[in-house]
């Protein structure tokens, strides 16, 4: 498969059922950036039950309104886990900061969106999380050649309203694909 010319920024990835990396078995993986030079994405499908938003704010000293809505915090990746990213709808940008990933997505690394978010006045949708999953350049490309990912396009409903346990198998029904038939073992003509 030659994804060179393939631009996966905004796409899902999904992993295969014998994905072989722990850190990523039964990931959905929303790309935010992807060039020649690499890719980013967010895990959207996995929490982190250690940690509270709220917990969070009191770390940074940022005291939230009664009004917010508290995001769950969601491990994003294996890289800098300690950075925070706000994958959110288009309704909502930063002065500086802001990744215009598509129309529908956009992508905020910065403390004032924490801030905003605490005040009750951020993105209307939005996902927290703590580090990212990153791939050097034709890595990516590499791993779904050798039927590592599925990609589809993402619905906000998928990324933002379903519950992280089953996004997995909501992404594949997007696909048309019926989780309980899928094989990792990849055909060659």
């Known amino acids: 498969m030659d994804m060179?010319?393939?631009d996966l920024a905004g796409k899902l990835l999904i992993a295969m059922p014998d994905m072989a990396d722990p850190r990523f078995a039964h990931t959905v993986?929303?790309?935010?950036a992807h060039s020649e030079d690499g890719g980013m994405g967010l895990i959207i499908n996995r929490a982190t039950p250690d940690l509270s938003f709220p917990a969070l704010l009191e770390q940074l000293e940022?005291?939230?309104s009664p009004t917010m809505r508290p995001p769950e915090i969601h491990y994003?990746?294996?890289v800098e886990q300690q950075r925070g990213f706000v994958l959110h709808s288009a309704d909502y940008a930063c002065d500086e900061?802001?990744?215009r990933v598509d129309p529908v997505f956009r992508m905020t690394a910065t403390l004032q969106a924490l801030e905003d978010i605490a005040r009750g006045e951020g993105p209307a949708s939005r996902l927290f999380a703590l580090g990212y999953a990153g791939w050097g350049p034709g890595q990516l490309e590499y791993e779904i050649g050798r039927n590592g990912w599925l990609t589809c396009k993402p619905t906000e409903k998928l990324v933002f309203g379903t519950p992280n346990d089953r996004k997995w198998s909501e992404a594949l029904k997007l696909m048309g694909v019926d989780p309980l038939l899928l094989s990792g073992t990849a055909g060659h003509a």
């Not at 993986?29 to 935010?32: A, N, S």
Request: some cysteine; proline content about 12%; overall charge negative.
């Open 4 to 6: 060179t010319d393939t």
């Open 76 to 78: 994003g990746g294996p």
């Open 29 to 32: 993986i929303f790309m935010c």
């Open 62 to 64: 940022i005291t939230p």
């Open 97 to 99: 900061g802001t990744l």
